[in-house]
């Protein structure tokens, strides 16, 4: 999926071996007027010569709050998930088209480059940086000092092997080594334009290339 809007289907969950005194708790649970009924049922059909015990009664008109309450609870945040779901929707659909930048190992190879921005808290004398391809191979192995701070690295889509990699998604692993031997962190972020949304999921993921991006991961954007 490179471009567009992949909706999800309503998915209905079935749950076997379910006993019928489950199934009739969950009704009540999810029915607050049935829950009445049957108390008031109850009341009706109880004999004068042996009325129900008052604690007994109290614990049922206690369940019964707390049985509104729960419906009335899930009503809510049900509710609030779906606004929720909505605003999440409507941002992600603003960045089809524009360029962003995000958190991540991957970035897109077109054009013949792929450009990753990698953050140091300081120097690294020595740093071994790996392309890895979709499938998770070793397709080129460079070797350089890097800067402290943030700068850009770009791969000229070039294998070990000196042939030109396919266009495509590409990840990048950096280790970096201080003077003294000790390791340094290496953040990577990419670059790239949103050409489309995939919402078969609980949040949106934006998509770039062959690059799936969760909004969360979202650090920057601007026009393309």
């Not at 392309?131 to 397709?139: L, N, P, Y």
């Not at 192995?141 to 070039?158: H, P, Y």
């Not at 000790?182 to 489309?196: I, K, L, N, R």
């Amino acid at each position: 999926m490179a471009s567009g809007v992949t909706s999800a289907a309503p998915q209905a969950a079935a749950q076997s071996g379910t006993s019928e005194a489950g199934r009739d708790r969950q009704a009540i649970a999810q029915n607050f007027d049935q829950f009445l009924t049957l108390l008031t049922t109850q009341l009706q059909a109880q004999s004068p010569l042996d009325p129900l015990d008052t604690n007994q009664f109290t614990q049922q008109l206690v369940q019964f709050a707390s049985v509104e309450q729960q419906i009335k609870t899930n009503e809510m945040l049900g509710s609030l998930l779906t606004s929720t779901r909505a605003a999440n929707v409507s941002t992600a659909s603003s960045f089809i088209g524009k360029r962003i930048e995000a958190t991540g190992r991957e970035a897109q190879l077109e054009d013949g480059k792929a450009t990753w921005s990698l953050t140091l808290p300081r120097a690294a004398s020595r740093a071994v940086i790996e392309i890895f391809d979709a499938s998770g191979q070793v397709v080129a192995t460079k070797q350089q000092a890097l800067e402290a701070g943030k700068q850009s690295f770009v791969w000229d889509g070039r294998t070990d092997t000196g042939a030109v990699a396919k266009p495509g998604s590409y990840a990048i692993r950096v280790q970096g080594l201080d003077t003294a031997g000790q390791p340094v962190e290496v953040s990577t972020t990419f670059s790239g334009t949103v050409t489309g949304l995939d919402l078969t999921g609980a949040d949106p993921v934006l998509i770039s290339g062959d690059v799936r991006v969760p909004l969360a991961q979202v650090t920057g954007v601007a026009q393309s």
